[in-house]
């Protein structure tokens, strides 16, 4: 179960940083924005699975900072998305 949750952080985490590079070399603001938006739906993942994988106990790991975290980036995003739409 930890081996399951801890992959899937990592492919929703990386696939973060991968879809910003991407929506920074967007060619329309259209494109930048639908990335952004994977960007967005990817934060809101990562932070599900940091706190399933502190709610489950399996790691002896405090993850309250990074929730918190992901909580800020998540409203970043939210801003960028709304942002733009405008």
Request: net charge positive; proline share 0%; aromatic share 8%.
């Amino acid at each position: 179960m930890e081996y399951v949750l801890s992959k899937q952080l990592l492919r929703s985490g990386t696939s973060i940083g991968a879809n910003v590079e991407e929506a920074s070399g967007g060619q329309t603001r259209k494109d930048f924005l639908t990335k952004m938006y994977i960007v967005y739906k990817e934060a809101r993942l990562t932070k599900y699975w940091l706190r399933l994988l502190q709610q489950s106990n399996l790691v002896n790991i405090d993850l309250t900072n990074e929730l918190i975290y992901a909580d800020e980036i998540i409203r970043i995003l939210s801003l960028i998305v709304k942002t733009t739409e405008k």
